[in-house]
């Protein structure tokens, strides 16, 4: 099992432009998230689903969209980037263990850099 | 803001040492704690997690201490190695919604020999 990959895994871009991250799964897992990593700031949840074709915002959702067509995949979109987003981008997914437990398996990151 | 506080930012520890790291959190409908650890270039990876009905989880080194009263929990790494050297994270999640996970804002270890 490959788990949680992502691509690209690195990426530069100029202001205004666009791009799609690209996150899969192969341990059929429901719940797939994307969070954002920047210093001293910790993990910020971007935006979340529950399942194919639902999605929901965390707490940072603004510039961003995701799509999830395919239970595997979970896309992040940025369609006009602004120095702000440049962060380290991580995928990760997880199954309900019951009784709320939530463990995530966490994808090897994006590190994206917008000038 | 942050749901879940985190300190120290960085700490240093020599070789067969105790680390501990403290977290403490406002909302009382958490009742899952995990803590992640994450190496230079890694993604985080679940270390070992509570629940609120127990006080204490002991995982070989690793060790979470819960005070429900305070909303304080802590992890301590007991004879810490240098291949302990890396970021842990606490965090938090409640049984409602998604389970999302609230994450605390890192601290660095690094472990001398």
């Known amino acids: 099992n490959a788990g949680v990959t992502q691509t690209p895994k690195f990426r530069v871009l100029k202001t205004g432009q666009s791009m799609t991250l690209l996150c899969a799964q192969d341990?059929?897992?429901?719940?797939m998230y994307w969070y954002r990593q920047d210093p001293g700031m910790g993990l910020r949840l971007i935006h979340y689903?529950?399942?194919?074709?639902?999605?929901a915002k965390g707490e940072v959702p603004d510039g961003y969209n995701v799509s999830r067509l395919k239970k595997q995949n979970f896309l992040l979109g940025l369609e006009s980037a602004a120095p702000s987003q440049t962060s380290v981008y991580f995928c990760?997914?997880?199954?309900?263990?019951?009784?709320?437990?939530?463990?995530?398996?966490f994808g090897p990151g994006t590190r994206l850099t917008v000038l | 803001q942050q749901q879940v506080k985190q300190s120290p930012q960085s700490l240093i520890v020599q070789k067969g040492g105790i680390s501990i790291i403290n977290c403490a959190y406002e909302n009382t409908a958490f009742d899952y704690f995990p803590w992640y650890q994450q190496f230079p270039g890694k993604g985080p990876a679940l270390l070992i997690a509570i629940r609120p009905d127990v006080s204490e989880k002991k995982e070989g080194r690793f060790t979470i201490s819960f005070n429900k009263s305070a909303k304080q929990f802590s992890l301590h790494i007991m004879d810490s190695q240098p291949g302990d050297s890396a970021t842990y994270f606490c965090?938090?999640?409640?049984?409602?919604?998604?389970?999302?996970?609230?994450f605390g804002t890192g601290t660095r270890l690094t472990v001398i020999p």
């Open positions: 341990m059929n897992h429901e719940y």
């Open positions: 990760a997914s997880s199954y309900l263990q019951g009784q709320g437990y939530n463990e995530q398996f």
């Open positions: 689903s529950v399942g194919e074709g639902t999605t």
């Open positions: 965090a938090a999640s409640m049984k409602t919604g998604a389970n999302n996970l609230f």
